[in-house]
């Protein structure tokens, strides 16, 4: 019998969303066919898109889709653009964007869009938009937009999963200090100015270019950054003195009148080629792995430990807790020693 | 012999430094410090400051610290302020806000100021900012100031914290639909626009108020926001038919004027009339403490499991996961099938 992997691998769309929803549900049926699709993943292309409300990035990454489904040369390539907004955790907050979308992409079936809301559990987003990214890359899609709302911690996290991410700057944002932050700037690979046709794009250009600087300064500098990427794994990316290292570039672009969008494309080729390479490609691939799945596994440790901890003792340790008798530290000493094997 | 925390309980400045510095380097010492401040925890109103960069959040809330230093009535309050940079995951960029503050605020003994930068541990920044924040809750301070950069989940996730959240938000970022999301404003127990002065202040003024409604339409969906606090506790909030739902307001401000403070200094006093006269505190409280003790033992059980498990069988696993032989769900299982007792 054909399951839903199958249907999934055969392109079947509405196996597709099928699949997705059962993802998002943590259904045991669509974590069953994810594994079935797991050996089929690998080839996507994971392009993050980030950066502050109001730089357009969502008008940004419909006219990269659209580039790629008419590039000038070569053959289209299949999109799947995963919306995520990591600020909506109790409603559908994704949805109003995903409309204005479907009118510029909607009837080609070489494009799949799926808008995902965090619906209030802890870190589950991350894990739940990797796995919804994995379906899609076993569905057979080429290149796969995350694009992110916001630029928190979440949102850092969920960049992981890429292989080449954009940071969207606008102009006019810059005149805050807090505006432009070093951080979210080391996870670029690639900087965006959209909105470039607005007064203070060059200035926002130059501010930066300053920051790139600041933040890249060195060699050294750029191999921490790729030493960042694998600090989950406890290695150590080998420095590659062969290679020169990637040099972030800082683009402007006007979404909505296309412009700029053949330039950005070519320089997400490039960093494409740069992480093959240089072998970046295979360590991002495995940082992302061994990342999800210790997610995974931290999830699957709590549930195991809940399922063999009496609820009237927890409540019991609890109530001591919220009554200031007993400290969190101790309560966690006092609620691991009946429920954990005796150390080796 | 005395001990760090009864130096801290003492009032004194450098032992709660010095304990901070402990707390967020997870060294023993520090959390053995705060264990036995635990007790003393408990008495501070946490007031959570959130919003989009560019906002004006800083300045606000150091309007709002002098405000409290210098009543127009009843005692001066002493203030804690903690300045939480998601975004800044490598880098110290808190810094540079911090600076700017310490102009406004220094020499106060009666305020102290801390500023965090995530140092790239997933989720570990929630749980650094909840010890701090206990610890000044130990050493006596009226007020608690937890203000986060950006409006993603980590930002909802740390305004969790807090008994009092304020959304700020600033006129001429609304022209976007992206701007203002409704899953921020469902956290916002009052609602700033600050930077009143400029273009388009009513403008915002009515579009949060129009959201305001679509967020909270009903009696019922206020209680679902209720009920989100203890979604962790298994809990549910029971309806006080007795007392009014709590009705966010919406106030303008012009910090760097000082305008528009002393009625959102008022706002927040009936908004903590409100929450002590509904048990409401008393819920929050226990809300956060059990998200607390939840996230340190989950973090405990990973430490475990790795301590029991052969780093050659992990890599092993590793492996077959990076080569697409093995899902991850399907590693999860085998990861944890010799580890973990038997199910009882």
Do not use: C
Not at 33 to 38: D, G, P, R
């Amino acid at each position: 019998m054909e399951t839903l992997a199958d249907r999934v691998l055969a392109g079947q769309r509405y196996a597709l969303a099928r699949t997705l929803t059962l993802i998002e549900n943590d259904a045991p049926e669509g974590l069953a066919t994810l594994a079935s699709l797991f050996p089929h993943t690998g080839r996507a292309h994971l392009i993050g898109v980030t950066g502050a409300p109001g730089t357009g990035k969502s008008s940004l990454v419909n006219r990269l889709a659209h580039y790629y489904r008419h590039p000038p040369e070569g053959q289209p390539r299949r999109v799947a653009i995963v919306a995520v907004d990591p600020s909506s955790p109790f409603t559908g907050g994704a949805i109003l964007g995903d409309r204005i979308r479907m009118r510029d992409l909607s009837g080609d079936p070489g494009v799949f869009i799926r808008s995902m809301a965090s619906r209030g559990a802890l870190g589950g987003l991350a894990r739940t938009t990797a796995n919804v990214v994995q379906a899609l890359d076993a569905a057979g899609f080429d290149i796969i937009f995350i694009e992110t709302v916001g630029a928190g911690q979440a949102e850092v996290d969920i960049a992981r999963l890429a292989h080449t991410t954009l940071v969207v700057e606008a102009p006019g944002l810059g005149d805050d200090v807090q505006a432009i932050k070093a951080g979210i700037l080391e996870i670029a690979d690639i900087l965006v100015v959209n909105k470039a046709d607005r007064p203070g794009a060059d200035a926002t250009v130059r501010a930066l270019t300053e920051m790139l600087k600041m933040a890249h300064p060195t060699q050294e500098t750029i191999m921490h950054h790729g030493r960042r990427m694998v600090i989950n794994a406890g290695q150590k990316t080998q420095k590659k003195e062969e290679h020169p290292s990637w040099v972030p570039p800082v683009l402007k672009t006007v979404a909505v009148d296309n412009r700029g969008i053949h330039e950005l494309a070519q320089a997400i080729a490039r960093h494409r080629a740069y992480l093959e390479e240089t072998g970046e490609w295979h360590v991002r691939d495995r940082v992302r792995l061994q990342s999800e799945l210790e997610n995974m596994l931290g999830e699957a440790l709590m549930q195991h430990w809940r399922a063999h901890t009496a609820a009237e003792h927890y409540q019991s340790v609890l109530e001591e807790v919220f009554s200031r008798r007993l400290a969190p530290t101790e309560a966690v000493d006092r609620l691991l020693a009946q429920s954990l094997p005796p150390a080796a």
